[in-house]
């Protein structure tokens, strides 16, 4: 090699020395550390530590119980990197969620694990679920951009649906519901994925069917249609009724609610419906008249025979109406209960089927009502706030939709406060995130920056705008 062709190639390397060093210069490394703990953490709760369970196997469940230990100590660590990294930056966002009724609920929970009948095991499932709710809450926020919140969830998304599909495909008897499961084999055929029941994974894949269609709204055309479309024909083939019967409807729902101006129109459109099924459904065994009604329907609103149980958990409810049987754990003592003749097999029941009445057999009519009050009505008002004053109006109909959704599948299926549940995450997720957008301004501060490099966007109080921010939750 002559002398120029040595020069030229040490300028060459002098040159992608400069550049490297460059880029990593310009390299934000706590806004890096944000965006990885974000999709840890979806990725956690979503495809968790111990995905397709062998329903086959009579020791799964201790299987399963065995590996929470790491759990516990995965969420509870990424919780407290999650509280440490917002801490510096969003002291102000962080402020607004000390509100007299979010501080009401953390001291009732705290009652209800004193009063416990099961006091242990409340706690430990206790600190599981402020672990992931800790978690869901600051996500909103962890993100340094919008751009870097739609890259997160879209990668986390087309990640979990990866592993679902290759499940199906390569691993069938962990990822298809089969006849020799050792509960529920007349699920035999019903698409599970990596999560451990099709009840679990049919609402996954509702809410990533809402994400596909936000990405493709903000201009994602290929992750966002990808995302949509994979997860509407898993849903399909999941089976779930509730599912995928509310995907659409509420889809539809929530563009109904978008378009209409009126608070008070909006709380009719939203919760009319949703307190109609409540009594198509709970209210059924209570009454002889809504009974009579849900029996001439064309379709049955039980899901064939939890009218059992539900007559079973109102029971527990009349039992302890103030405090409750403690968080999470009545069902596991279920068996000791007492149930009319011919319903027994109500006691072998996980959950009562119905969120709203979980909760108050759990943590009692206080309890109930003042997650109704922060989880139910609130957003709705947050919601409003976000459209008087403009602000990312498409992020703010994908968290209204997936709460629309909560709501709705709470009516069949048990999901609030509950742990690790993907379902609570996401739901808690969009709570948290029209509770921040009703509240503050995203302001641009620098448009060409890199996701990862330079913040583009900062939290401002809305009253530094102009507004005041009178919405409390």
């Excluded at 407290?80 to 510096?88: D, E, K, N, Y």
């Excluded at 409750?324 to 089927?353: N, P």
Aim: charged share 10%; glycine share 6%; net charge neutral.
């Amino acid at each position: 090699m002559d002398r120029s062709a040595a020069d030229m190639t040490d300028v060459e390397a002098r040159s992608l020395g400069h550049a490297l060093r460059d880029a990593l210069a310009r390299l934000n490394v706590v806004n890096a550390a944000r965006c990885l703990v974000a999709v840890t953490a979806l990725l956690l709760v979503v495809i968790t530590l111990d995905p397709f369970p062998d329903l086959r196997n009579p020791d799964v469940a201790t299987v399963v119980g065995g590996r929470l230990a790491t759990t516990y100590i995965s969420l509870g660590l990424l919780a407290a990197v999650a509280v440490l990294l917002t801490l510096s930056t969003d002291g102000p966002s962080l402020r607004t969620l000390v509100t007299p009724l979010h501080l009401c609920l953390i001291g009732w929970m705290l009652i209800n694990l004193a009063f416990s009948e099961s006091r242990e095991v409340s706690i430990q499932r206790f600190v599981l679920a402020a672990s992931a709710t800790t978690l869901a809450v600051l996500l909103p926020l962890l993100t340094p951009t919008p751009r870097s919140f739609n890259l997160c969830l879209g990668g986390a998304a087309l990640l979990l649906l990866a592993v679902c599909y290759l499940g199906v495909f390569f691993a069938p008897q962990y990822s298809i519901h089969s006849a020799l499961d050792i509960t529920e084999p007349q699920l035999a055929g019903d698409w599970r994925g990596s999560f451990a029941h099709k009840n679990i994974a049919s609402p996954v894949m509702t809410i990533l069917v809402y994400v596909g269609i936000y990405l493709s709204a903000v201009g994602s055309f290929v992750m966002g249609p990808a995302i949509a479309l994979f997860a509407g024909i898993f849903l399909i083939f999941t089976g779930g009724k509730t599912s995928s019967v509310l995907c659409l409807a509420i889809y539809a729902l929530a563009s109904l609610v978008y378009i209409t101006r009126s608070l008070w129109l909006k709380r009719i459109i939203c919760f009319a419906p949703l307190l109609a099924m409540n009594l198509l459904t709970v209210g059924s065994v209570t009454s002889p008249v809504l009974g009579s009604i849900t029996r001439a329907l064309p379709v049955d609103p039980t899901f064939t025979g939890r009218s059992e149980i539900w007559e079973f958990a109102l029971a527990a409810v009349a039992e302890k109406p103030i405090t409750g049987h403690g968080y999470a754990a009545f069902w596991d003592g279920a068996a000791e209960g007492q149930t009319t003749q011919g319903s027994e097999w109500a006691v072998t029941a996980a959950h009562s089927h119905n969120s709203y009445l979980d909760l108050a057999v759990n943590i009692g009519l206080p309890g109930l009502l003042l997650v109704l009050i922060i989880f139910v009505l609130a957003p709705l008002r947050n919601f409003q706030e976000v459209q008087a004053h403009n602000r990312n109006s498409a992020l703010g109909k994908l968290f209204l939709t997936i709460w629309l959704f909560g709501l709705y599948f709470g009516t069949t299926e048990t999901f609030l406060l509950e742990r690790q549940n993907p379902v609570w995450f996401m739901f808690a997720l969009a709570v948290a995130g029209l509770h921040f957008l009703a509240r503050f301004q995203c302001v641009t501060q620098n448009p060409v920056a890199d996701s990862l490099s330079q913040p583009r966007v900062s939290y401002r109080d809305t009253r530094d705008i102009g507004h005041a921010a009178t919405v409390s939750a």
